[in-house]
């Protein structure tokens, strides 16, 4: 795939309106672009294919461009709130055993 | 450079203390001030937004100091009115702190026994923890707010992993109209149990101290 340097080739698309009421189509294509349950964000690169599915359910998607996918994982990891501590020391009994 | 384009912006904007009219009597000496943003790497300057009263207007008369300031009898920390401040909290005798545990909110003190509401699986029993994101520290006359946390080195908060508990049994019964049959749902939730062991308040760090100092 021909990449120039600085452009955005791949869309964000979140899911902010459930598909529960929809039509058949319009839940076929929220499956077929991965989009399980409300505020799911997937990556797919920009494409007329994309762009054509993102159009027929544009009324429960909020898009953007971004230049780089997050997978799951990322993505899981940034809606996460700080743990907001760390071990500064480890007490002596590590593990108490039948519990 | 970064701070006087903050004082600028905050002159240009007047902020209203809406809750210092409470403390009536010192009420002239209690502007509620922000701290740096608490960022991962400590060698990025910080910005410190003044939310309240506008700062002195006269430039400090020293110059910035090269080594580690001594609070609070350094002249560039006199003239920066939230670091002086700071210290004023430090001797206070008794303060709080709101930590966010895992996006909770606490409000605690030194001695409290605080019972989290949830497992804190990588912990064990006796370790020691270090809290790190607190949105406030404050108290009986100051109170620092952080934007939106309050920087990791001007604090210590240490706390004592005492337990992990759960609370009693408790079954919840399901039927529906005109069936017999009944379902029942357990329910029994662990508990972490920490001890809040201290809470220090640091001098001001001379990166900080310097930032600040050297803006001016």
């Not at chain 1, 452009?7 to 598909?19: A, D, E, P, V």
């Not at chain 1, 039509?23 to 409300?38: C, D, F, M, S, Y």
């Not at chain 2, 909110?105 to 699986?121: A, H, M, N, Q, R």
């Not at chain 2, 006359?141 to 934007?147: A, I, K, L, S, V």
């Amino acid at each position: 795939m021909a990449s120039v340097a600085p452009k955005m080739s791949w869309f964000k698309i979140t899911l902010i309106r459930s598909g529960i009421g929809m039509t058949e189509r319009q839940n076929g294509v929220l499956k077929a672009l991965g989009l399980r349950h409300r505020m799911k964000t997937v990556y797919h690169p920009v494409s007329p294919d994309t762009a054509g599915m993102i159009m027929k359910v544009k009324e429960l998607l909020a898009v953007s461009e971004v230049d780089k996918p997050l997978t799951q994982a990322e993505t899981h990891a940034k809606r996460q709130p700080p743990k907001g501590y760390y071990i500064e020391k480890q007490g002596v009994v590590r593990d108490i055993g039948g519990l | 450079m970064l701070l006087v384009r903050a004082i600028q912006r905050s002159l240009l904007r007047p902020q209203v203390i809406e809750t210092c009219s409470s403390f009536k009597t010192v009420s002239s000496i209690t502007p509620r001030f922000s701290l740096p943003i608490r960022s991962r790497t400590i060698a990025t300057t910080p910005h410190l937004r003044i939310s309240s009263a506008p700062p002195k207007t006269s430039a400090p008369t020293s110059p910035p100091p090269k080594t580690p300031p001594t609070v609070p009898s350094d002249p560039a920390l006199a003239a920066h009115e939230p670091l002086a401040l700071l210290t004023a909290l430090k001797v206070q005798p008794s303060k709080y702190i709101i930590v966010k545990i895992q996006g909770f909110s606490f409000l605690i003190t030194p001695g409290d026994k605080v019972v989290l509401p949830f497992l804190l699986k990588d912990v064990r029993v006796g370790d020691t923890l270090r809290l790190t994101h607190a949105t406030t520290i404050g108290s009986r006359d100051y109170t620092m707010n952080g934007n939106p946390y309050i920087d990791e080195r001007l604090f210590e908060c240490r706390a004592t992993f005492l337990e992990e508990t759960a609370e009693p049994l408790r079954k919840k019964e399901k039927k529906k109209r005109r069936t017999r049959r009944i379902k029942t749902v357990k329910s029994k939730h662990r508990y972490s149990v920490l001890r809040i062991k201290e809470l220090i308040i640091n001098d001001v760090p001379p990166a900080v101290a310097a930032a600040a100092g050297g803006s001016t």
